[in-house]
Structure formats: structure tokens, C-alpha cells
């Protein structure tokens, strides 16, 4: 009888969807937990996706009934990596510090507390399951929330509520996540991905230069007056990049033609 080998499964996946590329966290029985092989996995995804010029947005979501539960604390028990494999500047999951010029969508379809919340605060733009609850329950476990956690935190919401949620432990549900900012979309039960992916295709109709640039100067003037030369210098450098583009010269003219444009993305 022949030997049988036991399918591994990637710990994340790959789609396409016309301009739209589609990671899913692939750890269903652990609740999509992060270990080594899943941070390695959505790290070189978020490359394949950055250099990929067909692909214009990028949406995560979890397999199962969880988007992620957060670290696997079962690999940190026995002194497992959980880092990307040759890339720690990564970050958590392979996604927390690792900038890409596309957009970045969470689509949370479950269980997001802890590192899940983290990886809904490294996206540019959220949609959460109506029934999913956000939060940084770390201290409840004598740990603080390391993966940007409380960095990104305060950055989104009044500082006061960023205070409550980090000192109490306590979750959020996504309609208070909403309230305050910190969630684009509540989508009914279930429907998580295909109202990220609708928001995702708004966006992918768009000049693919000019969203990226647009990101980039949000990110890159977050903390800049807006009376300050350093925002002003770098809109300056932006629209040397924008204006002289052959998109620029398509926008107008589709417009003129009453036709809809064909981006070139240059």
C-alpha cells in the first residue's frame, strides 16, 4: 500500500478578483492565531500584491469563525518564532509594520480581540461583522498590546476612549466602533468580506496612481500642521508625481469624451 502523506494547508491564501486581492488568514482551528508560518505567508502576499500592478487594493480577512485570535500562544509557550521567516521588520502577522502603497481593507468576519484588533488598526479602512467585537485585552494577562496596538490606538479614537479601552481590556462592539472612527462599514452577519470587497471596488475604480499617492500623503502629513511647510512640501513633491501623469491627462479627457477613463497607473 502506498505511503500517505497529510496535506498541509498554506497558513494564508491568495485571490484575485479583478483589481482586488483578496489575503485570507488560513489557521481556522486555532482561530487564524499567529505562528511563524502564517506571518511568513501573509508577509510575502502583501510583496506579491505590492509589486502586482494588476492589483490596486488589498482586503484581509480569517478563514472560519474568527478573523484572528491574535498570537499563538501555544507557539510562544515552547519558544516558537512567531516573526516572518527572515523579515522581523514585518512586524505582527507579517502586516503590522509592513508598508505596501496599496489600500488595505480588514474584513473581520469573527473573533478580532487582542491581535485581531491590531491588524484592523494597520488597514487603512475596516468593515466588521455586525456580531464581532474589537478590542486590547492584554493587560488582562498581564501583557500590553506591543503589535501597534497602543500606538495606533490613540491615533484613531479621542485619546480619553484610546486610555479606556487599553487600561480596561474591556471590547467594543463594532457599531461603538463605528461611532468612533475606527471602523469604515458595520456589515449584517456573515456578509463582512462582500461588503469589504464593495468598498474595495469603489476604490479599485479609481486611478490606481492617484490613490496611492493619496494614502501615502495621509500617512505621510498624520502629524504635520496643516499650516506647516512640511505638509506643504511634501503636497508639492505629490503633485509633481499626480499632475504630470498620463492619468491626469486621461481623467479630464474620459470626462470631456463622456466615457469611463482607462487608467494607466502612470
Known sequence: MPEQTETVEAAALWERRGGIGIITLNRPKALNAVNGALSTAVGNLLEQAENDPDVRVVVVTGSGRAFCAGADLKALSTGGNIAADGHPEWG??????????????????????????????????????????????????????????????????????????????????????????????????????DVALELAEQIAANAPLSVRESKAMIHRTATEPDWGDGAWEANTAAIATIFTSADAKEGPTAFAEKRQPVWQGR
Open 92 to 193: 505582527f502577522a507579517g502586516y503590522a509594520q509592513h508598508w505596501i502603497s496599496k489600500p488595505t481593507i480588514a474584513a473581520v468576519n469573527g473573533f478580532a480581540l487582542g491581535g485581531g484588533t491590531e491588524l484592523v488598526l494597520a488597514s487603512d479602512l475596516a468593515v466588521v461583522d455586525e456580531e464581532a467585537k474589537l478590542g486590547l485585552p492584554e493587560v488582562k494577562r498581564g501583557l500590553f498590546a506591543a503589535a501597534g496596538g497602543v500606538i495606533r490606538l490613540q491615533q484613531q479614537i479621542p485619546k480619553k476612549v484610546a486610555l479606556e479601552i487599553a487600561l480596561t481590556g474591556e471590547p467594543i462592539t463594532a457599531a461603538q466602533g463605528k461611532e468612533l472612527g475606527l471602523v469604515n462599514r458595520v456589515a449584517p452577519a456573515g456578509t463582512a468580506l
